[in-house]
């Protein structure tokens, strides 16, 4: 059965800085992985979607990488802001099409 | 566009009522998804459904059900609510499987 983990599962930093979000999975047999973030009372919004055959994806100041071998996945942050705060969710698809879900990083960037 | 959108966005249900919580898109979207969230946890995935007319249990489908008599259309119900129902519930959809999925703002549900 596939497990998604998160760690640490809070964050809190100086703005300015890099940082960086882990994410593993425990079966490399992955299709996509998709990056979220979550606000306070409010919907997720997709990040980044990594396709199982890519290695990497860049969005702005976000980078997503892939190592299915290794299971895991990295979501790479540059110059923090104090509005990047937020929960970070990482999500991978199944054989079945289906999103399991990691209980995500509740970063805290501090102006 | 309006994207995913849910109702209601709260609610208070008593023991053992019934209720339908509503999710539409309009992005012509064929899958479409719903799932719970409880406090500090992922998500977990109730039911989804790959077209109209077409609907599968997820991970946690035990006390809902849903039906999809339209593209745009994918409502859940409770039957018979229960306090262990008490989460936030999200709906999603994409085009296709595999796909990035895009979610509504959630509905926030206690029952007492």
């Known amino acids: 059965k596939q497990e998604v983990t998160q760690i640490p599962a809070a964050l809190s930093v100086p703005e300015g800085e890099n940082l960086v979000l882990n994410c593993s999975f425990t079966?490399?047999?992955?299709?996509?992985l998709q990056w979220f973030r979550q606000d306070p009372g409010k919907g997720l919004t997709s990040l980044l979607l990594?396709?199982?055959s890519q290695r990497e994806q860049t969005s702005g100041r976000l980078n997503a990488s892939l190592d299915k071998s290794s299971g895991r996945s990295t979501l790479y942050i540059a110059a923090s802001q104090p509005g990047d705060s937020a929960t970070y969710l990482c999500?991978?698809?199944?054989?079945?099409?289906?999103?399991?879900w990691g209980a995500g990083t509740k970063l805290i960037i501090k102006p | 566009n309006a994207g995913v959108t849910q109702t209601p966005k709260f609610h208070i249900l008593k023991i053992g009522q019934s209720m339908t919580l509503q999710c539409t898109q309009d992005?012509?979207?064929?899958?479409m998804y719903w799932y719970r969230q409880d406090p500090g946890m992922g998500l977990k995935l109730i039911y989804y459904?790959?077209?109209?007319?077409?609907?599968d249990k997820g991970e946690v489908p035990n006390g809902y059900n849903v039906s999809r008599s339209t593209t745009e259309d994918f409502p859940l119900r409770l039957e018979l609510a229960a306090p262990s129902q008490t989460s936030v519930y999200f709906c999603?959809?994409?085009?296709?499987?595999?796909?990035?999925?895009?979610f509504g703002p959630g509905t926030r549900l206690t029952v007492l």
């Open positions: 999603a959809s994409s085009y296709s499987g595999a796909d990035t999925q895009y």
């Open positions: 990594i396709q199982s």
């Open positions: 999500a991978v698809y199944n054989s079945n099409y289906q999103l399991i």
């Open positions: 079966d490399s047999a992955i299709y996509n």
């Open positions: 992005m012509n979207h064929n899958y």
């Open positions: 459904s790959v077209g109209a007319g077409i609907t």
